[in-house]
């Protein structure tokens, strides 16, 4: 007897909304249906109304935990359009930055996938040890999340050696942190009775479902946008890229585990190798009329912006494509034959960032209850025939 | 797999302090170059609007009082700014006529308490000045 | 004059107020433990030590609105928290503390009196599977047939460890079996391995982790406690407390060999060794994750019924070796 069990918008295991409708035979899934959309702030059109450098903001706050993913994404493709290169050592500040959110943002995850199995001490003690993160990048940046370390040519801040040394010795601690979760990860009998052989994702299926990132990498497939297409420092640096060979997500634990030992050692690479020099160059207002595409391996997966200006200092056109869209289909395609028991942690797994997923609308049809995934550009002609071509608003009201 | 792994752990946390701070009975440090609630000093700034075109948030706001006496108004609206430190990154003057303290706690239940205003003078810019004084008048930086 | 001593009994010593009082205590002791063991600090604030925690998330509770959806049957959804509650409380008033004299015995200890225990705390559960069907909500419905699932697993196991040092102390009455361990403390030690049966089945019995499956938090919203919200919501937790306060009071009777020591001792004694059994109950509760419904099922028939039976079998030994 199937019926239809509604997993959010609101749900305690979910930290976003977001509908996932299950068709469910007992304890057993038998199909999934995810909606998108209830996230959705326009962030797309607000781009195209600021000027490139208040755009570094915006984009920044895309998403909290992977903030700096969105904008450093951002900020390689419009110093790309605008054709100016960062010195050495803003570059070095720049991914030492992203490293140390890779940390934060993979021990996050710990973290949740501990509490989505009911596992509240493992959880309790990954998110002790982030704070460690969290205060170095306080350190360096001035805050604890959204850094805003980034500017158009450079880094807003440098590093002196005090802050060199502190970073040193977190890294030291964290590392021994980790290698002990790791050794519970494995060996928890009740935890590993949760996660082993849930929510499998053959390596053939995730090749045609265009899965990114830690998916990908648990079920064999060595994809790392940091090998394949080297950006800024990465080709002077040596790590390796983490895999796992069973597909479920005991093997998404251990990628993930496996990648914050490898960001321990960037790190320290980087710090150890930190040229001399200026940090910034000065940037231009306007940008010329051409178009970029920037790829980022943020801690989700890949993280593509496409930039299009049109010569005046605001940008014509940006496109945010997040790691998280690419993996709901292989979701849904986990989630079948799964159990109740497994939602949260097959969910959990793809580390879902849902805010940044929120690029795509499906308008429903009330009066047909039909549905429909419609273009920006389909949009676009609606709304200005609607308004009959007048000009957009600039400069809105404030109402306080 | 072994059973009961985390239990020598687990003890032996019970004899630690925590790692919890009993807030807001005992406050935490911030460090250095927090990023806090934007400030200006007034007798640096030589109204050039460049923080006023930077901010992300709409938040800062100069308006002329007097024409003639070349009087401005620069209002702080705290209940918009996102605290990204980008107008003090603009400023062109040097010393910088906008700072950055350390405050977090300034929640409110009125957002109108939360706006800062100053009314000053601009600022003249003198070609070839000496050395920068905090009360007089900035070196020449170019108006950006 | 006996009918005002009953009804003192009844609700003040060692009913209802007392019960009230030590269940709160006792869930501010097990929220602390668990609370250091994960390296945080428990409530701090409400009363010293946070001591008055449990009962202002009790008086909460009773301030909120009580809400009863519109498909749900909605006498029994009433009175299911009511009636959860008179069980608890009723079972309580048989442990050994408070009729412990063995020559003079109270009306509530005679023979027989561990049956009707253990009958009296598996009601709650029967209970708790009534009012997630009354609730009608699909996340109940679930939480429900989880519920009755578990039964199947950790009641066998339990009873069979509990009634094993009751087989060895020759007698079905609470207050003599705690007598004869009290005679005898050596042979505390070969129950040991039924002590251990009984804690992880009691843990399934009280739904905490590694067993909180039916009411799961980040699986089914809240399972049998989905749509109640208000007073109910706040005599089904009480409800809980009290189970475990009476729980750990059989354990620690039948296994840590009883109060003794007379009425102020003998109380004290209590204190000491249920808060004992609750701490064993919250470290096995941060030590693990939680597993899933058919898991449950396999690890109670494939490793605690064995082990319940082993414990059976040592006992049968034991009484034929000793005089």
Redesign the interface.
């Known amino acids: 007897m199937k019926?239809q069990?509604p997993i959010g918008p609101q749900?305690?295991?979910l930290k976003e909304p977001i509908s996932l409708r299950m068709t469910v035979e007992g304890?057993v899934i038998r199909d999934a249906d995810i909606r998108l959309g209830y996230n959705h702030r326009g962030l797309e059109k607000l781009a195209e109304d600021?000027?490139w450098?208040?755009?570094i903001?915006?984009t920044e706050?895309i998403c909290g935990i992977c903030s700096h993913s969105h904008a450093t994404c951002y900020v390689q493709g419009v110093e790309k359009l605008m054709e100016i290169v960062p010195p050495k050592r803003g570059l070095y500040i720049r991914y030492l930055v992203s490293e140390l959110e890779r940390i934060h943002s993979h021990l996050l995850w710990l973290g949740v996938a501990?509490?989505?199995?009911?596992?509240?001490?493992?959880f309790?003690?990954t998110w002790?040890d982030r704070?460690i993160v969290m205060?170095l990048l306080?350190?360096i940046s001035?805050?604890r999340v959204?850094y805003?370390i980034n500017?158009l040519g450079g880094v807003?801040?440098d590093i002196d050696e005090g802050q060199k040394a502190k970073i040193l010795e977190g890294i030291i601690t964290l590392r021994k942190r980790s290698e002990?979760y790791f050794?519970?990860g494995a060996?928890?009998?009740?935890?590993?009775?949760?996660l082993a052989g849930v929510g499998l994702l053959t390596k053939e299926q995730a090749v045609s479902l265009c899965a990114v990132g830690p998916m990908a990498r648990a079920s064999g497939i060595t994809r790392d946008v940091r090998k394949e297409d080297p950006y800024a420092v990465y080709d002077e640096m040596d790590f390796e890229v983490g895999t796992a060979e069973s597909c479920d997500v005991l093997g998404r634990v251990v990628v993930r585990v496996k990648e914050l030992l490898e960001s321990y050692k960037l790190c320290e690479q980087i710090l150890h190798k930190l040229p001399a020099g200026d940090i910034v160059v000065k940037a231009p207002r306007k940008a010329k009329p051409n178009e970029a595409v920037s790829r980022y391996e943020a801690p989700r997966g890949e993280n593509i912006h496409y930039i299009k200006s049109n010569g005046s200092d605001k940008p014509e056109r940006l496109k945010v494509r997040a790691p998280t869209l690419a993996n709901y289909p292989a979701t849904v395609e986990m989630l079948k034959n799964g159990?109740?028991?497994?939602?949260?942690l097959i969910f959990a797994a793809i580390d879902p960032c849902i805010c940044c997923a929120e690029r795509t609308v499906s308008l429903v049809n009330i009066r047909s209850g039909e549905e429909t995934v419609v273009r920006l550009s389909d949009l676009r002609r609606q709304a200005i025939e609607r308004h009959k071509n007048a000009p957009p608003k600039r400069n809105a009201v404030?109402p306080? | 797999?072994?059973?009961a792994?985390?239990l020598p752990?687990?003890i032996r946390h019970l004899f630690k302090k925590t790692?919890t701070v009993d807030y807001p009975f005992k406050k935490l440090e911030?460090?250095k170059?927090?990023?806090g609630t934007p400030f200006l000093y007034p007798e640096l700034c030589i109204a050039c609007r460049a923080c006023e075109?930077?901010?992300?948030a709409?938040a800062i706001e100069i308006t002329s009082v007097n024409e003639a006496e070349k009087k401005f108004q620069m209002v702080i609206h705290n209940?918009?700014c996102?605290?990204?430190?980008?107008c003090v990154?603009?400023c062109p003057t040097a010393p910088k006529a906008m700072g950055m303290d350390s405050l977090f706690e300034i929640a409110d239940f009125d957002?109108?308490n939360l706006k800062k205003d100053w009314v000053f003078v601009r600022a003249v810019i003198k070609p070839k000045a000496a050395a920068p004084k905090p009360d007089a008048s900035p070196e020449a930086a170019p108006k950006a | 004059m006996a009918v005002l001593r009953t009804i003192l009994y009844l609700v003040v010593y060692p009913g209802l107020l007392f019960l009230f009082i030590y269940s709160t205590f006792c869930e501010w002791f097990d929220r602390k433990v668990y609370a250091r063991?994960?390296?945080?600090m428990g409530p701090t604030h409400t009363g010293r030590f946070g001591l008055l925690q449990p009962i202002a998330d009790f008086v909460k509770l009773l301030a909120k609105e009580d809400v009863v959806p519109e498909a749900a049957d909605k006498r029994l959804f009433s009175l299911l928290p009511i009636f959860g509650l008179a069980v608890v409380s009723t079972a309580g008033l048989l442990l050994p503390v408070w009729n412990f004299d063995l020559a003079a015995p109270g009306p509530t200890s005679f023979s027989g009196d561990i049956i009707v225990l253990l009958y009296l705390l598996s009601l709650p559960t029967l209970i708790l599977f009534l009012a997630a069907w009354a609730s009608t909500n699909?996340?109940s419905t679930?939480g429900g047939s989880r519920v009755l699932t578990m039964l199947f697993g950790y009641e066998v196991p339990l009873f069979l460890s509990v009634l094993s040092p009751a087989i060895l102390a020759n007698s079905w009455r609470l207050a003599e079996i705690a007598a004869f361990y009290q005679k005898k403390p050596l042979l505390i030690l070969p129950n040991l391995l039924g002590f251990l049966v009984a804690v992880i089945a009691v843990q399934a019995k009280l739904e905490r982790?590694?067993f909180?499956?039916p009411h799961?938090?980040?699986?089914?919203?809240g399972g049998t406690f989905t749509e109640y919200s208000g007073k109910k919501l706040a005599l089904f937790r009480l409800m809980m407390d009290i189970e475990m306060v009476v729980s750990a009071g059989l354990l620690a009777a039948v296994f840590l060999g009883g109060f003794p020591g007379g009425a102020l001792i003998g109380f004290v004694s209590f204190v000491i060794k249920t808060l004992f059994v609750i701490f064993l109950l919250a470290l096995l509760r941060?030590?693990?994750?939680?597993?899933?419904?058919?898991?449950v099922v396999t690890f109670a028939w494939k490793y605690l019924a064995p082990l319940a039976v082993l414990q059976l079998l040592i006992v049968i030994l034991l009484k034929g070796i000793l005089p």
């Open positions: 019926f069990i749900h305690p295991a304890e600021k000027t450098i208040q755009n903001y915006l706050r501990g509490h989505e199995a009911g596992f509240d001490s493992f309790m003690y002790r704070e205060d306080e350190l001035g805050n959204h805003a500017t807003r801040r002990y050794h519970i060996n928890e009998p009740s935890f590993v009775a949760r159990f109740i028991a497994d939602i949260p404030w306080f | 797999m072994k059973i792994v985390f752990e687990l790692a911030v460090p170059d927090f990023r075109r930077d901010c992300p709409e209940d918009r996102i605290h990204c430190a980008q990154d603009s957002r109108h | 063991l994960q390296n945080r699909i996340f679930i982790t590694p909180d499956i799961a938090e980040t699986e089914i919203v941060a030590m693990t994750s939680r597993i899933r419904i058919d898991q």
